[in-house]
């Protein structure tokens, strides 16, 4: 078992950077971000695979990136040219296994409680 803890949430104008962490309680192999507005499915936003590879989803490439301090078992998401269509909540996932190609499947076992980020205009 794998816990996962969020910080750095909070409100932010648009045009401005928040920068969300996750610290896992274990060694991981993939960690990634993914977000759910009211309504509406969560969705993939960044990942970072076993060998390094990063996957980021259309809507913030170029945008947002997700640094890893790997000694500390931390994964950050810098987001930067906030959007109100950011809004969202923001959950931390990861998992032990290993794999590689496609980082935004959901597949991971484990999950953070989640944590808001909201855009004013």
């Known amino acids: 078992q794998v816990d996962l803890v969020e910080s750095g949430g909070g409100s932010v104008q648009a045009g401005g950077s928040l920068r969300l962490s996750c610290v896992a309680s274990?060694?991981?192999?993939?960690m990634g971000w993914f977000r759910q507005a009211p309504g509406k499915a969560r969705e993939g936003v960044a990942g970072i695979g076993p060998d390094g590879a990063e996957e980021y989803a259309e809507s913030v490439k170029g945008r947002f990136n997700i640094p890893k301090d790997i000694d500390m078992n931390t994964l950050f998401l810098q987001m930067n040219s906030l959007t109100p269509e950011d809004t969202d909540l923001y959950y931390c996932?990861?998992?032990?296994?290993?794999?590689?190609?496609?980082?935004?499947?959901?597949?991971?076992?484990?999950w953070g409680q989640g944590i808001q980020v909201t855009l004013s205009s």
């Open positions: 996932a990861a998992d032990s296994r290993a794999w590689y190609g496609a980082l935004l499947t959901q597949a991971e076992n484990y």
């Open positions: 274990g060694n991981t192999a993939i």
